[in-house]
């Protein structure tokens, strides 16, 4: 058994140490924010905040991740209010077919906790996350949107 903090509250998942946290999270936690992609932490679609810093959580174990502060995409809405950045990214209609958008507003989210006014070279440095749909232009008009906010 491996006890996670994922948003702030414990569960006790029972899986081999060696399963990726992103498995935990979907089947064990019940959380499916945090979407499949490619399985090797290419892609970014996995991405959660472990101890703050964006993670691909497909190639991450669990056994990494007892103990440790992990975020998913649900702990951004708070009273059924979207973050920032989650307001930011349907303002400017970021999304098209969305499944990679988890993934990226977590990085954006990391990102924006430690540097509040990204250039876009550092944005791009940042955020390194494949979206098929290419919405690379809305997501740095979309964090630009934030960060003048």
């Not at 569960?11 to 990726?20: G, M």
């Not at 669990?62 to 979207?82: C, D, H, P, R, W």
């Amino acid at each position: 058994m491996t006890e996670l903090n994922v948003n702030g509250k414990k569960y006790k998942v029972d899986v081999d140490p060696d399963t990726p946290l992103l498995w935990a999270i979907r089947e064990q936690v019940g959380l499916t924010g945090t979407k499949y992609g490619c399985g090797v932490g290419q892609c970014g679609a996995c991405t959660v905040l472990f101890e703050g810093v964006a993670m691909r959580s497909c190639s991450l174990p669990v056994s990494a991740a007892e103990g440790k502060k992990i975020e998913t995409i649900e702990s951004l809405e708070k009273n059924g209010q979207l973050s920032k950045i989650q307001k930011a990214w349907v303002d400017n209609q970021v999304p098209q077919c969305g499944y990679c958008q988890s993934g990226i507003v977590m990085a954006t989210t990391a990102l924006l906790r430690t540097n509040p006014k990204p250039t876009n070279a550092q944005i791009d440095e940042a955020i390194t996350n494949i979206c098929r749909c290419g919405t690379f232009q809305q997501v740095r008009q979309a964090i630009h949107a934030v960060t003048k906010a």
